[in-house]
């Protein structure tokens, strides 16, 4: 994984050991490197910072373990929608990615699993055609492989700029999660900030096991949108993963430091089951 080498050389350099991120929460001042450390987790106020694919699947993956899938597809603007075209240059120029998620087959803790990862610094991880075809491809794989998959969610919802191909996609990828569900398979979700729109009304809440990381905003539509359409005043916490906790829709919250170990036991146990 030479991204991952490329990642810790770039954290560990003497200017991001002095170079100062302050937390959107606090303001506290912190190191580039010892959120690194921290696991990008504020050490004053707790706050989690949101991750890349690249940075996720560093804190996840077996050392050398992860094998990208099915990349070099990108998204075409064939709507052309005023500002797309700009729009995915930009995204692909600063994430460095082709688009809004990334998929490959990895291990941890030696249990080698199908993982797909949305990185939210993507047009906020909108669901365009290439998200819904990378990830509906690595749920075949996985069916044919027999193997687990684990999905990082994280997405402002359909991509509005694709039209109703955006919308095909939870019809495409939910066909590909019951036909791996159908095959006796493990799929496990794990919802991160934010979640929200035609994801979370698809595979984000299709999984066997659904695990959330702490105070991800996870929804459909938005506060202001449902309280118009109840006429109702809705809890300060609500479409937290404390509040999806409470009403049975997320089975564990998990905190960053504790998910890998959390995930290689779930694997584990499924694979001893199977």
Request: hydrophobic share 40%.
């Amino acid at each position: 994984m030479s991204f991952i080498n490329d990642f810790l050389e770039k954290v560990s350099t003497p200017s991001a050991k002095v170079q100062h991120v302050t937390c959107k929460k606090c303001n506290h001042e912190e190191t580039k490197y010892n959120l690194y450390k921290n696991n990008y987790i504020c050490p004053n106020c707790g706050y989690y910072y949101r991750l890349g694919a690249r940075s996720r699947l560093e804190l996840l993956c077996d050392k050398n373990s992860f094998h990208e899938l099915h990349n070099g597809l990108t998204s075409k603007d064939f709507l052309e929608f005023p500002g797309y075209q700009e729009k995915l240059d930009k995204a692909m120029s600063t994430t460095r990615e082709e688009d809004a998620v990334v998929c490959g087959i990895a291990s941890v803790a030696g249990n080698e699993f199908a993982v797909f990862v949305m990185d939210s610094k993507f047009i906020m991880a909108s669901m365009g055609s290439v998200v819904g075809e990378k990830i509906t491809r690595l749920f075949e794989y996985a069916t044919e492989h027999k193997l687990p998959v684990i999905g990082f969610t994280a997405s402002g919802g359909a991509r509005m700029q694709e039209g109703v191909l955006s919308l095909m996609q939870m019809a495409k990828v939910s066909g590909a999660v019951k036909n791996h569900s159908n095959a006796g398979l493990l799929y496990i979700t794990v919802l991160t900030d934010p979640t929200t729109g035609g994801v979370t009304a698809s595979f984000a809440m299709q999984g066997d096991i659904i695990l959330s990381e702490p105070n991800a905003l996870v929804g459909f539509a938005g506060r202001r949108v449902v309280e118009q359409t109840t006429k109702s005043k809705l809890p300060d916490n609500f479409q937290s993963a404390e509040f999806l906790l409470e009403h049975g829709f997320v089975d564990a919250i998990v905190p960053r430091a504790e998910l890998r170990d959390t995930l290689a036991e779930l694997l584990t146990i499924h694979k001893r089951s199977v």
